[in-house]
């Protein structure tokens, strides 16, 4: 009861917050003053989520709000409190990485009413317990992140970002409002709580499954609808941004395992195969198109869609292991899932926030045109390339601990007794493993390109390290990585309650098994020690500089760079992102992009340089959202016929009807 | 003596159906009005049959506008705009004439159907008045969307607007009928107006559409 | 007391390969050499090597970073690390359950993601190809992989190694097809991840041709000495995965005896020699491919992986 | 309360005396300061019909459940318009668009269409109540053709026509009332006193009933707007001044609406008769899904909410004729929200509108920019329209879709597609109209903000609270509805 209202009442002091700020936006202390509110306030509330992880047994509010025959639930459980650190967690540090952040912000009137609004947002929907204050909250979200997106609107690609965003947030929210309707019923019991109760068919089952994918999907960035979220993400102000990325897709998450574990009470296994599927294309399309962006900010958007599908694979698993009633196995999948949703939070907006700093610093978000920025900006590029390996899900960082999870959750695949499920399951950990893999890739090229070599502008070459603020906020997150990675164990057992609420069962405790490390199912089958490997390494590496400066030599000469002996001064040299990406694009490309390469060279003799050209085309687009496009615009023009008759074919029409309302009566009576 | 009452009032409503079809049957606009004329002539008996059957002598006011308005005021201004705007006396029909009678034939088909579904105990008059009433009333409709000429789609509403005071005086006691002839009276002053007013020459629509939503910017 | 004989087992372990990673480099060579009808270099040659490269001042290029300086140990510590946590001549070690062969080959990608990143620091075109190269290698070889260390795991129940061997060792594996495809898989992704012959040529001199050694390229005297200690032992340690998935025979049981170590010691080296003739066999048998070759010679391992996946649930019938 | 007079005279005294009076008073500010002046005390009286006891229906007047609310929501808009009117018109008076002999004129005509109204939800005679809805429609019609342009000519023209038309219809409908209730209640005024009908509507003949329906529908659908009927309702809303726009969209449409819906309660109370259900549902899809495909097209900002209104009287008529508690409370909720909604999106219109000198999308752009005022008055009150929360549409769209769906699914589909096509639309058009580079003049605007913050402000607290009472009412409502 009591953490329900503390979150309630700093989610009002959020919405206050807002108010506040569209009369003070001018002031040059508006900033300060709007991220420093949402500050406190997310930590409260952070902190009243942490305080209800220990009690398992829900609290519940009611408001004299929206339906009025109904009225506002709020519900606190399991789930939601762990949904609830993970925003406000990552509200606080958007909101700390802000005040620094936003002071460069060009246009605070139109960012700073819309930030708290927006978290205050996420907030509630999470808390929701009933279907009309869920997709109320839910709709306002993405409208909040609309406005957040449109803050940047001269220039039109962000415009277009904003479109699409909220056509696309539209069609997934009226997905999700069908699917309240089918479980509501016709009496419209909207509370969660007779959705709960009552019982429905298999039929009911599918279409409310289905429809969740496509809203909640449409949210999270499930190929192929994950169309705007590379345009709308990096749009945004990059704090927005890392809000996003990092917190608005995992709302997304938590809608989809309240529908599908809470609302509905589990699926058949052909349901879960098809989540399982859309789980692990999504991973490898995602990863596959962030190879190909040198946009820093679109790439890491195009990672979150990558995260996502590793997510939905671990939610595809549990919900296969759950239709088999083994729960203890479902509780190990999701479990990762869940684990993954902390990290992906935490590394997730990590970047972004990094992404941000190099854009304040250098005004460049085209990898192409920066370089050697470790050099300039020591700090913001540390941070950075732990977040890229925590992302690459390499030891012992948390995003492998995470991912590991997940192996171990598909390695349990042989007991499943559907056909479908033992063959697939596996391919899908092959998927995983490729896409882990290309991530890992990626962030070479994205650490490499950005931070690496020589400086490819000028604005690269006078960047300079960020404010106090933001680096605090960097660091912050860069150390939870670190514990995350280092101590899975005491995650595991903080998700534990979630996962008893969603699938009746949960992992083995974790903090007492020897030397801090995890056994998701038994120490004969397989075990990880984080805290363990990184002592190893650190120890033997520190070990071996000792060694060496102590009894090998130690000194050390600066001398150009060797190069084979032909070392070239110009920039131009250097590998770009395209180029480095350019071995895995023939691989994959083809493929999937239908990339096709176009070299012009000149004739011997001729001074133009040789070209070549790269054309990538997205097939998503190409096959669904255009001709979509093109149909609304066809029907449109043969429709508009009708603005331009006379007034006689008008009456023709009024006639017709008539007539033919006629008729009807006629024959039918 | 109520057979033959009701007989009376029975021919006097075919009549006007009768009529209608003529209106629709004519080709030239003086003919038409003519034919409108004599249509709202026999409204006006029917109408004060009414009045004298029913002993409402309020219908009388009704049947004394049809009369002097519908049948003398109206032909003669519409005859002083077709001189003075010098309008084609040939109409201009859409379907051929031949296909405008069948499509009337139906539709008097229609409303007969329609009415004698009505269950008996509304008297049988006010039936077989009603379905004459419907008859004329899709009549004139047809005759409005079947004339490109706006005179005689004017002609078409007004004819239309007789069903509606035919089916008015056979509703029994039926109170503000007059004020709704009246009121229909001076909508269709209103009509006539317009014509006048926006030198309709043709047709409604010779206030050129194109030339309107071009300059309104709606069609490129 | 059982602590301190397990600390000390682990410990020999960590020497051990250490130690015996630039003798099998060297050995492995000196039998290339001898079947070209070469004298070649003495088998101790790589220690030499490593010596005089110790010794040796580092010379960095101007604009090195902090992260160029600091790769090659972490590249040498993780590799230790990973090589020592492979069961050589003993299973269940007192720390053999840090990490199951999944962690191990992520451990081996985090070397690999420094070593990628340390190519690219320079802002040289040939750095830039290593790297790029390397990353586009092990994009293929990492799932094949782990589609083996399903099939494996799904044998035996474990990911983890010290089990997988007890249980290989065990009568109750019998033959099976799967596992000879996972050994087939396993070997071609080691020949891919250690860059040997096709893939690619650790003696080459031709920059155009080379991955690993066009990332390392700017690397000179202790630096240097690291990472070629780091890539000898990552072969080292490939080749005990492949002695003690598929050979495990000899290998000491947990807390066993003295002898025991001993038998198991020796007939690990036993295993080492015989593998790195075969691998010097192999590599002179084949012909470099080119690079674009590489990912369908991968892609074969991971079909192979998979397919062994796929027949194990048939013959199991699980 | 015996000496206080009895608000239902005044509600209609007022306007009617005032417009008397305007028709007469020279000068521009006396006028406007009038106009605002009847309207409030108008507002006053039908406010005191929320806390005065209600006396038992008379043969012509009556208030009940269901008018009330739409009483006070008329004069409320009403008022708000004439604020609104004030600085608009005197603008155009500024600019020379219209002389201050039109202006009387309008004034006049103003108030009698406010009386029009009113008289047309407070009749408890079906034969007033068309009498009240033509005196409507011919004042607007008049109004709309008042800038004496071509276009505004061809389009008050084309109202006419079509209106007249459809008041044909209306009136042969009525007169079938009258028949079919004439054997059960005897002849004279009770057959057609509404209370009576609604009493004995189940011994009436279903025929006559059911043919007398189908005219009703088509002769003030014609005025609601339905689709295929809506031909005049586009340029009439684009031609006429903005004021007019606003009350068309936001009270007019709905006086028609409230007839049919009359007219649906008595259908529904007679057994043998058809359901009128499955004709709303048919023409509301209709209208829905066409004018959401309609505004891709569009050009003239004011056109474009026209359509927009076409498409959310296809939504009511929907949810009318889905029927059954939910759907018919939403219907309600969805007229109220839908008129202060638009109204106020015509209010921001005109003033923009004023301001660019041009009516044209293509030369209107970055409102929020160089406007901030209008721009996000205008952003919020798309938004709301397009039926995004918190706002009240979005509530009432909540319970339509969701109700619809989990009774007939396959109706809910294309309602679904037509209202995202709707969306789609609305913000592509918002995007240009309200951010981007600015275009047009960037002269500041002497406008009155605060009848259109009024409204989004109640759209606003609709959309997360209603008052108790109006929701006792419609679910009443509703529940007659069946």
Redesign the interface.
């Known amino acids: 009861m009591y953490p329900v209202i503390v979150i309630l009442w700093s989610v009002a002091a959020l919405f206050c917050t807002a108010v506040l700020a569209v009369g003070i936006a001018r002031r040059p202390t508006a900033s300060t003053i709007v991220y420093g509110t949402s500050l406190v306030a997310a930590s409260i509330a952070l902190a009243a989520a942490f305080a209800h992880f220990g009690d398992a047994s829900p609290a519940s509010l009611a408001l004299p709000l929206g339906l009025p025959w109904l009225g506002a639930h709020f519900r606190l459980d399991a789930l939601s409190a762990l949904f609830l650190a993970v925003v406000n967690l990552g509200g606080a540090g958007a909101s700390l990485y802000a005040l620094g952040y936003g002071a460069h912000e060009p246009l605070p009137g139109r960012v700073l009413p819309f930030f708290p609004a927006f978290l205050g947002g996420m907030n509630l929907v999470v808390l929701a317990d009933d279907a009309f204050t869920f997709l109320l909250c839910w709709e306002f979200m993405s409208l909040t992140s609309w406005a957040l997106v449109m803050a940047h609107h001269r220039i039109a690609q962000n415009r277009q970002a904003g479109y699409v965003y909220l056509v696309m947030a539209g069609f997934g929210t009226l997905a999700l409002l069908l699917a309240f309707g089918m479980l509501a019923g016709n009496d419209g019991a909207y509370g969660f709580a007779a959705m709960r109760q009552s019982v429905h068919t298999p039929l009911v089952n599918t279409l409310v499954l289905a429809l969740v994918l496509i809203g909640v999907g449409s949210k999270a960035g499930i190929v192929p609808l994950h169309a705007w979220l590379p345009l709308a993400h990096p749009a945004a102000p990059s704090h927005v941004s890392a809000l996003m990325s990092g917190v608005m897709t995992k709302v997304a998450v938590y809608a989809f395992i309240r529908f599908a574990f809470d609302l509905l009470g589990g699926s058949d296994w052909w349901q879960s195969m098809t989540v399982l599927v859309f789980g692990g294309a999504t991973a490898v399309l995602g990863v596959l198109y962030a190879l190909m962006q040198h946009d820093l900010k679109r790439l890491l958007a195009y990672h979150t869609v990558e995260n996502i599908g590793i997510i939905y694979i671990g939610l595809g698993l549990a919900l296969a292991f759950q239709a088999n009633g083994m729960n203890a196995a479902a509780a190990l999948a999701l479990t990762a899932a869940l684990f993954h949703v902390i990290n992906h939070s935490l590394f997730k907006s990590l970047l972004f926030f990094g992404a941000g700093a190099v854009l304040t610093s250098t005004g460049e978000r085209d990898m192409e045109r920066l370089g050697g920025l470790i050099r300039r900006m020591p700090y913001t590029s540390f941070a950075f390339l732990v977040g890229c390996v925590a992302i690459s899900a390499l030891p012992p960082l948390n995003g492998f601990a995470s991912e590991w999870l997940t192996f171990q959750a598909i390695l349990q695949s042989p007991e499943l007794p559907q056909w479908g499920l033992k063959l697939i399951v596996p391919a899908v950990g092959g998927v995983l493993a490729l896409s882990a893999a290309l991530a890992a890739a990626c962030f070479v090229k994205a650490f490499g390109i950005t931070f690496l070599g020589r400086p490819r502008s000028p604005a690269a070459e006078e960047a300079c390290d960020v404010d106090r603020f933001s680096l605090t906020a960097m660091f912050g997150l860069a150390g939870l990585c670190l514990l995350a990675g280092i101590l899975p164990g005491v995650v595991i057992d903080a998700l534990a309650p979630a996962t008893l609420s969603m699938v009746g069962e949960r992992m083995p405790e974790q903090i007492g098994v020897a030397w801090l490390s995890i056994v998701p199912v038994a120490e004969s089958r397989s075990s990880y020690n984080g805290l363990l490997v990184f002592l190893f390494v650190a120890f033997s590496a520190s070990l071996a500089v000792f060694v060496i400066h102590r009894f090998a030599s130690r000194e050390l000469r600066r001398a150009p760079a060797w190069d084979c002996g032909f070392p070239e001064p110009s920039t131009r040299t250097q590998y770009t992102a395209g180029g480095f990406a350019q071995p895995i694009r023939r691989v994959f490309g083809t493929l999937v992009f239908q990339s096709s390469e176009r070299i012009e060279m000149p004739p011997p003799g001729d001074l133009r340089p040789a070209r070549l050209q790269v054309q990538l085309r997205d097939l998503i687009w190409d096959v669904l959202y255009m001709p979509l496009a093109g149909f609304v615009n066809a029907a449109a023009s043969w429709l508009d016929r009708f603005q331009f008759l006379t007034i006689r074919r008008y009456l023709g029409l009024v006639f017709l009807t008539l007539v033919s309302l006629l008729m009807m009566l006629a024959v039918w009576l | 003596m109520d057979r033959f009452v009701l007989d009376v009032a029975h021919l006097l409503a075919a009549s006007l159906v009768l009529i209608s079809f003529v209106q629709l049957y004519q080709r030239r606009l003086y003919a038409l009005l003519n034919t409108f004329a004599l249509h709202a002539f026999v409204l006006a008996c029917s109408v004060a049959w009414q009045a004298f059957l029913q002993e409402a002598p309020h219908l009388y006011i009704t049947a004394g506008i049809a009369l002097v308005f519908k049948a003398v005021v109206i032909p003669v201004a519409l005859h002083r705009i077709i001189q003075q705007l010098g309008i084609h006396r040939e109409i201009e029909t859409v379907g051929g004439v031949g296909l405008t009678m069948l499509a009337g034939i139906a539709l008097v088909a229609l409303s007969v159907v329609l009415m004698l579904q009505v269950t008996t105990e509304a008297d049988r008059l006010a039936r077989e008045d009603l379905a004459f009433a419907l008859a004329v009333i899709l009549l004139g409709l047809l005759l409005m969307v079947s004339r490109r000429n706006a005179v005689s789609q004017v002609v078409g509403f007004m004819s239309l607007e007789n069903g509606l005071v035919l089916a008015a005086t056979g509703a029994k006691g039926m109170p503000l009928v007059v004020e709704f002839s009246v009121a229909f009276s001076i909508l269709i002053a209103f009509v006539v107006i317009g014509i006048f007013l926006f030198r309709i020459r043709e047709r409604f629509d010779s206030v050129d559409v194109l030339v309107v939503d071009r300059h309104r910017g709606e069609r490129l | 007391m059982a602590l301190i004989a397990g600390l000390l087992a682990q410990g020999l372990q960590m020497a051990l390969v250490l130690l015996l990673a630039p003798l099998l480099t060297g050995f492995v060579r000196k039998i290339r050499a001898r079947l070209q009808r070469r004298l070649g270099p003495p088998v101790l040659q790589p220690y030499r090597d490593l010596y005089r490269l110790?010794?040796?001042?580092?010379?960095?290029?101007?604009?090195a970073?902090?992260?160029f300086r600091v790769t090659p140990?972490?590249v040498?510590?993780?590799t230790?690390?990973a090589a020592s946590l492979v069961p050589t001549f003993a299973s269940g070690l007192i720390?053999s359950?840090?990490?199951?062969l999944?962690?191990i080959i992520?451990?081996l990608?985090?070397a690999?993601?420094f070593l990628?990143?340390a190519?690219?620091?320079?802002?040289?075109?040939?750095?830039?190809?290593g790297?790029?190269?390397e990353?586009?290698i092990?994009?293929?070889?990492?799932?094949a992989?782990?589609?083996i260390v399903?099939s494996l795991?799904?044998v035996a129940?474990?990911?983890?190694l010290s089990?997988v061997a007890e249980f290989m060792a065990s009568p109750e594996v019998g033959l099976r097809v799967s596992l000879g495809l996972a050994l087939i898989a396993l070997i071609m992704v080691g020949i891919a991840e250690n860059g040997r012959i096709p893939i690619d040529n650790p003696a080459t001199h031709l920059?155009l041709t080379m991955v690993h050694e066009a990332m390392v390229?700017?690397y000179s005297?202790?630096h240097l000495a690291?990472i070629e200690l780091a890539a000898s032992m990552k072969l080292l340690l490939y080749l005990s995965l492949l002695a003690c998935l598929f050979v495990p025979w000899g290998l000491a049981t947990e807390g066993a005896s003295i002898s025991a170590y001993a038998v198991g010691l020796s007939s690990y080296i036993g295993k080492l020699a015989g593998g790195g003739v075969l691998l010097a066999i192999f590599e002179l048998a084949v012909a470099k491919m080119r690079?674009?070759r590489v990912?369908e010679f991968l892609g074969a391992a991971?079909m192979l992986?998979?397919l062994g996946?796929?027949l194990l649930?048939l013959s199991?019938g699980? | 309360m015996i000496s206080m007079p009895n608000p239902l005279a005044l509600i209609l005294l007022i306007p009617i005396s005032a417009a008397a009076l305007l028709a007469v008073l020279p000068g521009y500010r006396a006028t406007s300061r009038l106009s605002i002046l009847a309207s409030l005390l108008t507002l006053v009286a039908a406010l005191s019909l929320l806390v005065v006891d209600r006396d038992s229906p008379g043969s012509y007047l009556l208030v009940d459940d269901f008018n009330i609310v739409f009483v006070v929501l008329n004069t409320f808009v009403g008022f708000t318009t004439s604020v609104f009117s004030a600085s608009y018109i005197g603008h155009e008076l500024a600019t020379g668009k219209l002389t201050p002999l039109y202006l009387r004129f309008y004034h006049a005509m103003y108030q009698l269409l406010i009386f029009a109204m009113n008289l047309a939800l407070m009749a408890n005679n079906i034969g007033l109540m068309w009498v009240a809805i033509e005196l409507a429609t011919l004042t607007t019609v008049l109004m709309v053709g008042m800038y004496r342009t071509h276009q505004a000519l061809e389009a008050a023209w084309k109202y006419f026509i079509l209106g007249s038309v459809g008041i044909a219809l209306a009136l042969f409908g009525t007169i079938l009332v009258y028949l079919a209730a004439q054997p059960v209640v005897g002849e004279g005024l009770n057959a057609m006193t509404w209370t009576i009908l609604i009493d004995r509507v189940a011994e009436f003949d279903p025929a006559l009933l059911n043919v007398a329906f189908v005219f009703l529908l088509l002769g003030y659908g014609t005025k609601v707007g339905l689709a295929p009927l809506h031909a005049w309702l586009p340029d009439a809303h684009a031609e006429g001044p903005t004021p007019i726009s606003a009350v068309l969209s936001g009270l007019l449409l709905n006086v028609a609406l409230y007839a049919v819906l009359r007219f649906k309660m008595l259908m529904a109370g007679n057994a043998g008769a058809i359901a009128a259900g499955p004709l709303l549902v048919t023409m509301g899809l209709t209208s829905l899904i066409f004018a959401a495909f309609m505004l891709y097209r569009r050009r003239d900002v004011k056109r474009l909410f026209a359509y927009s209104s076409i498409e959310h009287m296809g939504i009511i008529a929907f949810a009318f004729g889905m029927g059954g508690p939910l759907a018919n409370f939403a219907g309600l909720l969805h007229m109220v929200m839908h008129s202060l909604t638009k109204s106020a999106i015509f209010f921001a219109v005109g003033h923009v509108a004023q301001v660019k000198g041009s009516q044209k999308i293509s030369e209107i752009g970055g409102l929020t920019v160089t406007h901030p005022w209008l721009g996000w008055g205008l952003v919020l009150g798309v938004v709301a329209i397009v039926g995004l929360p918190p706002l009240g549409i979005f509530m009432t769209e909540f319970l339509i879709v969701s109700s619809t769906f989990a009774r007939s699914p396959w109706l809910a589909i294309p309602l679904v597609l037509g209202l995202i096509v709707a969306l789609g639309a609305l913000m592509l058009r918002l995007n240009s109209l309200a951010f981007g580079e600015p275009r047009g003049s960037i002269a500041p605007a002497e406008a009155s903000y605060v009848p259109m913050f009024a409204h989004l402000a109640l759209v606003l607290v609709a959309g997360v609270y209603l008052p108790v009472p109006l929701v006792d009412w419609f679910q009443h409502v509703a529940r007659l509805l069946g």
């Open positions: 110790l010794r040796k001042e580092a010379v960095l290029a101007e604009n970073s902090w992260l140990y972490l040498f510590a993780v230790w690390v720390f359950w840090t990490a199951d999944i962690a992520a451990l990608g985090s690999r993601f990628a990143l190519g690219l620091d320079i802002g040289t075109s040939f750095g830039g190809i790297s790029s190269r990353v586009m092990a994009s293929v070889a990492e799932p992989m782990l589609l399903f795991a799904l129940g474990s990911t983890q089990n920059e390229l700017e005297g202790r690291m690079v674009f990912p991971l992986g998979l996946t796929l649930f199991r699980l």
